[in-house]
T-cell receptor
Framework: DSGVTQTPKHLITATGQRVTLRCSPR?????VYWYQQSLDQGLQFLIQYYNGEERAKGNILERFSAQQFPDLHSELNLSSLELGDSALYFC????????????FGDGTRLSIL | EDKVVQSPLSLVVHEGDTVTLNCSYEVTNFRSLLWYKQEKKAPTFLFML????IEKKSGRLSSILDKKELFSILNITATQTGDSAVYLCAVGQTSYDKVIFGPGTSLSVIP
């Protein structure tokens, strides 16, 4: 158990909808990372927050947004969903922003019908 | 464009064999190279390498980084069926704090 909690585990929805994925980092970790993993793209970095502030941005679509709250949990919002957004979304946390070993949650599997 | 390349992409070996997984990178502002093991779900951390030539070991696994030639290897000796997984290589950057993952090497160890 990595100590990182992601909810929900599975999400099935339709095109055009909006969903929110939630992540609680390991106790004491200030940094949260979001990744998208699909079969053809591998693990893609989306965005990183450190102690409530956006720290780094990767290949995150404009339809996607994230935030980290004062209690350090984070949410990833995906809107106007398309079939291609179907993937496994991972959250990871670390104790700093300096690429320290990241501890991954079990992921949220998103299926768009 | 920053990239991380792993080879081979897939590997099947017998129990007891030794395997070497390769990771090469072209990344600006290198900070660290990390190896992860992904079984059915979440990637789990194996090693973090920041200095060239210093081997890191954990049981039957070891890894080393060559910052001049821009690559790293992950060795697994006396493989076991429990080593079957996807092994991910990732490179962390300094100025952007991003982490770039390679496509992974899928290792299957058969009895």
């Amino acid at each position: 158990d990595s100590g990182v909690t992601q909810t929900p585990k599975h999400l099935i929805t339709a095109t055009g909808q909006r969903v929110t994925l939630r992540c609680s980092p390991r106790s004491g970790d200030l940094s949260v990372y979001w990744y998208q993993q699909s079969l053809d793209q591998g693990l893609q970095f989306l965005i990183q927050y450190y102690n409530g502030e956006e720290r780094a941005k990767g290949n995150i679509l404009e339809r996607f947004s994230a935030q980290q709250f004062p209690d350090l949990h984070s949410e990833l919002n995906l809107s106007s969903l398309e079939l291609g957004d179907s993937a496994l979304y991972f959250c990871a946390s670390s104790d700093s922003y300096k690429n320290q070993p990241q501890h991954f949650g079990d992921g949220t599997r998103l299926s768009i019908l | 464009e920053d990239k991380v390349v792993q080879s081979p992409l897939s590997l099947v070996v017998h129990e007891g064999d030794t395997v070497t997984l390769n990771c090469s990178y072209e990344v600006t502002n290198f900070r660290s190279l990390l190896w992860y093991k992904q079984e059915k779900k979440a990637p789990t951390f194996l090693f973090m390498l920041t200095s060239s030539g210093i081997e890191k070991k954990s049981g039957r696994l070891s890894s080393i980084l060559d910052k001049k030639e821009l690559f790293s290897i992950l060795n697994i000796t006396a493989t076991q069926t429990g080593d079957s997984a996807v092994y991910l290589c990732a490179v962390g950057q300094t100025s952007y704090d991003k982490v770039i993952f390679g496509p992974g090497t899928s290792l299957s160890v058969i009895p």
